[in-house]
């Protein structure tokens, strides 16, 4: 069993920072792409942000230059820094993993709970 545990959301006013983290507990053995979503009120969630275990990056065209992801592969966790938010970018902000299973040696997908970020004008 696998569970990614996600922290950091808040309120914050525009031209602020936070920070997002997510840890994977659990059953692993390796992870692959590590990912960030978010999905606003009434929308679709969309990607934001992904990392490849090796630690390339992609973006979403609305957060480049501002958002930063990262991860610690020894420690299971994926961050993102966000600078200079928006009220756009409220939502509330999902972790992905690709896990490997250590003992079944399966890949499957796990979501993390959600975490609320509201950014006030």
């Known amino acids: 069993q696998v569970q990614l545990v996600e922290s950091g959301g808040g309120l914050v006013q525009a031209g602020g920072s936070l920070r997002l983290s997510c840890a994977a507990f659990g059953r692993i053995l390796s992870i692959a792409n590590m990912d960030w979503f978010r999905q606003a009120p009434g929308k679709q969630r969309d990607l934001v942000a992904t990392i490849t275990s090796g630690g390339s990056t992609n973006y979403a065209d609305s957060v480049k230059g501002r958002f930063t992801i990262s991860r610690d592969n020894a420690k299971n966790t994926v961050n993102l820094q966000m600078n200079s938010l928006t009220p756009e970018d409220t939502a509330v902000y999902y972790c992905?993993?690709?896990?490997?299973?250590?003992?079944?040696?399966?890949?499957?997908?796990?979501w993390g709970q959600g975490t609320p970020v509201t950014v006030s004008s």
């Open positions: 992905r993993a690709n896990v490997r299973d250590s003992l079944t040696l399966a890949y499957f997908q796990r």
